[in-house]
């Protein structure tokens, strides 16, 4: 049984940093498209970022462009988001989700990943 546990969220000032880390166990997907979605308070979930565990180029959303950094461990067990310049806006609860696939989409629509293993989130809280 496939599952992620993130962690990493917190309590930040407007500009500050964090960096959520989500370790998978129970794979043995050799190819895997990995994804933060990140949920405010009231709203629908939302992709943030996601990258391929081939390698290649990683997808982000535009509101996080240039100001988040998704990365992996070289085992492909553990996603990492490193988020800069934090913006108020940017809080809300951040999921991580695997979807065992040959590549990942161009845009992280929630569509797309729904059907992958979803861990149980990390609150972000972004204060101005």
């Known amino acids: 049984q496939v599952q992620l546990v993130e962690s990493g969220g917190g309590s930040v000032q407007a500009g500050g940093s964090l960096r959520l880390t989500c370790v998978v166990s129970?794979?043995?997907?050799?190819?895997?498209?990995m994804a933060w979605f990140r949920q405010p308070p009231g709203k629908e979930r939302e992709g943030v970022a996601a990258?391929?565990?081939?390698?290649?180029?990683?997808s982000y959303v535009d509101s996080v462009r240039g100001r988040f950094t998704i990365s992996q461990d070289n085992a492909k067990t553990t996603v990492y988001l490193q988020m800069n310049s934090l913006k108020p806006e940017d809080t809300a609860m951040y999921y991580c989700?695997?979807?065992?696939?040959?590549?990942?989409?161009?845009?992280?629509?929630?569509?797309?990943?729904?059907?992958?293993?979803w861990g149980q989130g990390t609150q972000v809280t972004v204060s101005s």
């Open positions: 989700v695997l979807v065992q696939r040959g590549y990942c989409p161009v845009y992280v629509t929630h569509q797309w990943f729904e059907r992958g293993s």
């Open positions: 990258i391929f565990s081939g390698g290649g180029s990683a």
């Open positions: 129970g794979t043995t997907y050799s190819t895997k498209c």
